[in-house]
């Protein structure tokens, strides 16, 4: 397992499902409220970790709008987008597909919002030159406020040049159904945005179906609770619809009591197309690495597998076909070298 763990720390990866800032680093949080003068519910890291231990949803919802607050200027954007891809660099995370909530952060820094894109783009081109990785970004509408569904379409069809690939859905699931965004997933998709709705995480089965039918979801962000339902598991597997899962960001938020309850494993032997993500990496206290762990200690994956679900996330992901070919060769050859040296 040792010998397992430093594979997993070493190969190629791919992410799909991380949240920006719910990836902001502790430190910079306090940096940042400090210098935007806000007043964040903790002194330290020590403090902050226990303000994002989950009590439940309305309290994780309320730390998310903490964060949003201690964000202020165009430069915090680039600071944290760059810290991002540092974080992946770290990993060897070499493509990621990141959801930022954009009208949330409008709202709250009180700046237009291509000065936002601005700040993350130049973050990202930063670490792109320095540090050779890259990612697209997914905006995403926040379920809890379905008014601002429009604005947050019409900001992601307009940056569809600037790195937005697609159009995400997250919050509360719970209250706020597939069924509510329909029209704006619609006129994303006529606008070439591809769709990536959070679904069957909290809520149970008929919000994939409804994700699937009314939103035409090309991946699930979690899609867990599918287990639920025979006829839907028959249906994603013969379909290969890519489910973005996230194991330590279900344990935290109370879907599933403990990893052996998690239905990874079984999902994954029943043939259904399974990648593996953070989520928020320091709300959850966890990273990619530690995901990939996770599937070693839990879910008995071998070095093989792990393969498999590397190589499924960068064949679910949005890349240009020759791009995705060309880091596909990159990945069979770092896996070819991990083998040898094993
Ligand atoms: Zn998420």
């Known amino acids: 397992m040792v010998d397992l763990h430093a594979f997993v720390c070493q190969m190629p990866k791919v992410e799909l499902h991380v949240h920006l800032e719910g990836a902001i680093r502790p430190a910079t949080l306090l940096q940042l409220a400090k210098r935007n003068r806000f007043a964040l519910p903790a002194q330290d890291v020590e403090g902050l970790r226990d303000f994002?231990?989950?009590?439940?949803?309305?309290?994780?919802?309320?730390?998310?709008?903490?964060?949003?607050?201690?964000?202020?200027?165009?430069?915090?954007?680039?600071?944290?987008?760059?810290?991002?891809?540092?974080?992946?660099?770290?990993?060897?995370?070499?493509?990621?597909?990141v959801t930022f909530s954009i009208f949330t952060n409008v709202t709250y820094a009180n700046l237009p919002w291509q000065a936002i894109v601005d700040g993350l783009n130049a973050g990202r081109a930063q670490a792109r030159t320095e540090l050779g990785v890259d990612w697209r970004w997914v905006f995403d509408i926040v379920r809890?406020?379905?008014?601002?569904?429009?604005?947050?379409?019409?900001?992601?069809?307009?940056?569809?040049?600037?790195?937005?690939?697609a159009l995400g859905l997250g919050g509360s699931e719970k209250g706020f159904p597939p069924e509510l965004f329909v029209q704006s997933f619609e006129r994303a998709r006529q606008g070439g945005l591809h769709s990536v709705p959070h679904a069957g995480e909290i809520a149970g089965p008929e919000s994939i179906w409804n994700a699937l039918r009314l939103l035409y979801a090309e991946r699930i962000g979690h899609g867990v609770r599918c287990e639920d339902d025979p006829a839907l598991v028959d249906y994603l597997r013969e379909r290969q619809i890519p489910l973005e899962m996230c194991p330590t960001s279900n344990i935290c938020l109370g879907v599933f009591p403990s990893y052996e309850a998690h239905p990874l494993r079984w999902l994954w032997d029943e043939g259904l197309f399974i990648t593996v993500n953070s989520d928020d990496p320091p709300l959850f206290n966890t990273d990619l690495n530690h995901e990939y762990e996770v599937l070693v200690d839990h879910f008995g994956f071998t070095a093989d597998e792990l393969e498999q679900v590397s190589l499924n996330a960068l064949r679910a992901s949005f890349l240009p076909q020759a791009e995705k070919a060309q880091l596909e060769t990159e990945f069979r050859a770092g896996f070819a070298r991990l083998r040898e040296t094993r």
């Open 144 to 165: 809890d406020a379905p008014q601002t569904q429009e604005q947050v379409v019409e900001i992601a069809l307009a940056a569809h040049d600037q790195g937005v690939v």
């Open 52 to 97: 994002y231990r989950f009590r439940d949803f309305a309290h994780f919802i309320e730390v998310y709008v903490t964060i949003t607050r201690c964000l202020q200027t165009q430069d915090d954007y680039h600071l944290i987008a760059y810290e991002f891809g540092a974080d992946c660099a770290r990993q060897n995370v070499r493509y990621a597909e």
